[in-house]
């Protein structure tokens, strides 16, 4: 009796052994599969959740630039692309043209900008366009030989590109001097001095230097 009910037993667990065998390897196999597509789902997840961003982010700055388009003066322009500075710039047969190079993250250039747009109203004929620094268009910048921010230039019908100089806060009034004599067509002389009246004045960079100010 002894000996049947062990190979009895044996026999039972002979029999049974595959099967819980094959239910853990079921489980294992079930529980990986749902892993994996949890996996999946969170990665595809991410993903949608990242374009989302991107896609409401570039939304946001579109409008804040739309915003900002609207409370600019109407002779000032932004451009972003080559084309576009072709077409602003480089078409521009009957007036002289003021650009600023400049970039959002630049505090020189912040700075400068209440005086940049000042001068454009003050100066309603004259095209004044802006030109931010951006990863499309980096090589713009590059292209035109731009050293350092913010820059400026100053076109004419006739003469092209006449100037070309740094307009951080020191030297931006020597810099709309000359944008003025070249509007009146003719250059300041002081009485009794020759030397040339658009020199930065050392005074300006010294207190820029002692204040902190660009």
Same mark, same amino acid.
């Given at each position: 009796?002894?000996?049947?009910?062990?190979?009895? *037993?044996?026999?039972?667990?002979?029999?049974?052994?595959?099967?819980?065998?094959?239910? &853990?390897?079921?489980?294992?196999?079930?529980?990986?599969?749902?892993?994996?597509?949890?996996?999946? /789902?969170?990665?595809?997840?991410?993903?949608?959740?990242?374009?989302? &961003?991107?896609?409401? !982010?570039?939304?946001?700055?579109?409008?804040?630039?739309?915003?900002? $388009?609207?409370?600019? +003066?109407?002779?000032?322009?932004?451009?972003?692309?080559?084309?576009? %500075?072709? =077409? *602003?710039?480089?078409?521009?047969?009957?007036?002289?043209?003021?650009?600023?190079?400049?970039?959002?993250?630049? $505090?020189? @250039?912040?700075?400068?900008? +209440?005086?940049? %747009?000042?001068?454009?109203?003050?100066?309603?004929?004259?095209?004044?366009?802006?030109?931010?620094?951006? /990863?499309?268009?980096?090589?713009?910048?590059?292209?035109?030989?731009?050293? #350092?921010?913010?820059?400026?230039?100053? %076109?004419?019908?006739? !003469?092209?590109? *006449? /100037?070309?100089?740094?307009?951080?806060?020191?030297?931006?009034?020597?810099?709309?001097?000359?944008?003025?004599? %070249?509007?009146?067509?003719?250059?300041?002389?002081?009485? !009794? =001095?020759?030397? @040339?009246?658009?020199? *930065?004045? /050392?005074?300006?960079?010294?207190?820029? #230097?002692?204040? !902190?100010?660009?």
């Amino acid at each position: 009796i002894l000996l049947l009910s062990s190979a009895g *037993v044996l026999a039972s667990s002979f029999v049974h052994a595959p099967k819980t065998s094959s239910l &853990s390897f079921a489980r294992k196999r079930c529980r990986h599969t749902y892993m994996t597509f949890s996996l999946k /789902e969170a990665q595809k997840s991410s993903f949608e959740d990242r374009m989302r &961003s991107v896609l409401i !982010g570039d939304r946001k700055r579109e409008a804040a630039e739309e915003e900002v $388009k609207k409370k600019l +003066p109407e002779n000032v322009k932004i451009v972003t692309t080559l084309d576009e %500075y072709k =077409n *602003v710039v480089g078409s521009e047969k009957d007036r002289i043209v003021v650009v600023r190079f400049f970039a959002r993250w630049c $505090k020189a @250039c912040q700075a400068v900008k +209440p005086l940049f %747009y000042g001068l454009a109203i003050r100066l309603p004929k004259i095209v004044f366009v802006d030109v931010p620094v951006t /990863e499309e268009n980096a090589n713009l910048h590059q292209g035109l030989g731009i050293p #350092s921010l913010p820059f400026g230039h100053i %076109y004419t019908p006739d !003469g092209g590109l *006449v /100037e070309e100089s740094r307009i951080t806060r020191p030297y931006f009034s020597t810099f709309a001097k000359k944008l003025k004599s %070249y509007i009146s067509g003719s250059c300041e002389l002081l009485e !009794g =001095n020759s030397e @040339c009246p658009y020199k *930065v004045e /050392e005074k300006d960079i010294t207190s820029s #230097s002692i204040t !902190g100010r660009p």
